[in-house]
Every structure is written in structure tokens, then in C-alpha cells.
């Protein structure tokens, strides 16, 4: 028998949306990832509502790990929050614990000093948080292991305005800082996150889960498949690429963040202008293996469903 592989020690950052919590449940219940600590950040919802929905997940999990409070804004510009109702906080209720004292950033850089070359790193929201740690220790790209980013579009519409993905729209300059900053990243856009989509049997699986999220599927997986909305994998779809890189295939380019106010706002593109001396290239996800990455998946989020 092969031995298995030692798990992969993860530091999470999440906006608390429900692809977060989904994303955070399959990481942890996933054999192959060791999820450290978990830094909340702007986004979906406010940073204090993002660690609270996060330690309720990590409750309804039977999971301890440290959550620590994040960045409440972008560097320099006005906040914005894609889901201000807080969805996943009226379905999920509150948690009974409370963050750690720690601000998110400084876990970030405590944990990556401890493990040099051996922590990655799961981006779910705005860069803000790993921008600040970046400012806190310039290291930070030599002492991280793998950086997997949820972000970006450089093909179709984009989800917050015609060309831009949100999480990079939310704080542009936090994202520029990280792309250019020289990390081993794998950016995770919506090129191939709008490729995954649940189908009915794979809702019908989730269902499965006694948690309120099983509930939520089975109410999906009920619905005529014309009648339900759009429902792309964003953030656990990068959580999968996190354990297995397989996946995905990727372009190795420097990437180039709009920073101007106006519709360009937050749009990610190749810079192959760059050259040598130029931007460090980042990869970019171009193509997916859709069904393998569905079954990697919903065997981890309800494991010994098969």
C-alpha cells in the first residue's frame, strides 16, 4: 500500500459567503489539507461577520482552528460589500465562540515565519489582508508556499461590473501589491469557476449532509434545472485546486491590475509587455477538468459518500 502523503498545511482567508463556507468545509474534512488558522477579511459581508459565520461553520464542523479578525476595508478606497444582507449568517445563526485578539494579518505573518517554504496560503476574498501582511514582512513571497488566489476574469463579463471579478474590484491595489509581489500563486478566476456548475446529481449528494447546507441543496436539487440560478463553484472549486493542482491548467504570465477609478476598475489582463526585469508572472487557470473537479468535490464535502 502507497503511503498517503502528509496533509498540507493551509491558512485560509475568507469573506464569508456561503461558497466560503463550502469551500472551508471541504478543506476541512479534506485527508489532503490541514487548515491552520483562518483570517477573515471585507467582502461579501463585513470582516466581523466573516469571522462570525466562519466559527459557526467551523462549530457546525466539530473543528478548532484560530480565526482572527481582518482587514475592514480596501488600502485607500471606499468599502464595499457584495452580500451586505448577510445570507449566510441568517441561515447558519451565530456562534457561541469569538475571534482570537490577533489581527488577521499577524496570524498570516506568525504562521508563514513559523513554517517557511511549507505553509500556502487560500485566498477567498479581497487581497487586502495578504497585502497588509506583505507590508508587515517584504519576505513574505520567499517564506509562503503555494498562494492560491480566488480572482480575476480575463475572458467574458465579470461579476461586479462588465470586465472586473469582485474580489479584485473590492480593493484593486491590495490585488496589484500581491500579484507583483513575486509568490508562487495560482490565480483562480472566472474563466474556468463559471465552468462548474452543480448538476442535480451532484446537489442531490450535498444533500446528503444532516448540516443546513445539505438543506439548502435538497431544496435546489428539487427545482426544474431551468428554474434555478446560476450557481458557479467560485471559492470551493479554488480550494479544490489548493489539494489537487491537477485540476486546472494554467498560462504562466505577469498579470496587470487596473487601478483608475472608472469602468476598467479592477480588471485583471496579461502583461506581456513585462519582459525580463518586469512583473513576476503569477499562473492563470485557463482550463478545467469539470467533472473530476465536481467529484473531488462532493467527496470531500460528504466523505464516504462512494
Request: glycine share 10%.
Amino acid at each position: 500500500m502507497t503511503p498517503q502523503a502528509a496533509p498540507v498545511p493551509v491558512l485560509v482567508d475568507t469573506d464569508g459567503g456561503l461558497d466560503d463556507a463550502l469551500a472551508l468545509v471541504f478543506l476541512t474534512r479534506s485527508p489532503a489539507v490541514d487548515v491552520v488558522a483562518i483570517g477573515s477579511v471585507h467582502g461579501n459581508v463585513p470582516a466581523e461577520a466573516a469571522a462570525r459565520n466562519t466559527l459557526r461553520v467551523l462549530e457546525l464542523l466539530g473543528a478548532e482552528v484560530p480565526v482572527a479578525q481582518g482587514a475592514t476595508g480596501p488600502l485607500t478606497r471606499e468599502v464595499h460589500y457584495r452580500h451586505p444582507e448577510d445570507p449566510v449568517g441568517r441561515l447558519l445563526g451565530a456562534p457561541a465562540a469569538g475571534p482570537v485578539g490577533e489581527p488577521a494579518a499577524a496570524q498570516l505573518v506568525r504562521h508563514v515565519r513559523a513554517r517557511p517554504g511549507a505553509l500556502s496560503l487560500l485566498t477567498l476574498g479581497p487581497l487586502t489582508n495578504l497585502a497588509l501582511a506583505l507590508r508587515q514582512e517584504p519576505r513574505l513571497p520567499e517564506l509562503a508556499g503555494r498562494v492560491v488566489v480566488m480572482g480575476g476574469v480575463f475572458s467574458g463579463d465579470g461579476s461586479v461590473s462588465a470586465v472586473a471579478e469582485t474580489n479584485i474590484w473590492c480593493d484593486p491595489e491590495a490585488a496589484d501589491m500581491v500579484l507583483t509581489a513575486g509568490f508562487d500563486l495560482t490565480l483562480v478566476g472566472l474563466d474556468v469557476t463559471r465552468q462548474v456548475q452543480p448538476t442535480t446529481g451532484w446537489l442531490t449528494a450535498l444533500a446528503q449532509d444532516p448540516l443546513p447546507w445539505g438543506g439548502f441543496a435538497a431544496l435546489l436539487a428539487a427545482a426544474p434545472p431551468d428554474q434555478r440560478p446560476p450557481m458557479p463553484l467560485h471559492d470551493p472549486l479554488a480550494a479544490a485546486v489548493l489539494a489537487r493542482p491537477d485540476l486546472v491548467s494554467c498560462r504562466s504570465t505577469p498579470v496587470r491590475v487596473e487601478l483608475a477609478e472608472g469602468a476598467a476598475r479592477g480588471r485583471t489582463r496579461a502583461d506581456s509587455s513585462s519582459g525580463r526585469g518586469g512583473r513576476p508572472a503569477v499562473q492563470v487557470a485557463e482550463d478545467v477538468h469539470v467533472e473530476q473537479a465536481l467529484d473531488v468535490l462532493i467527496e470531500g464535502l460528504v466523505p464516504g459518500l462512494r
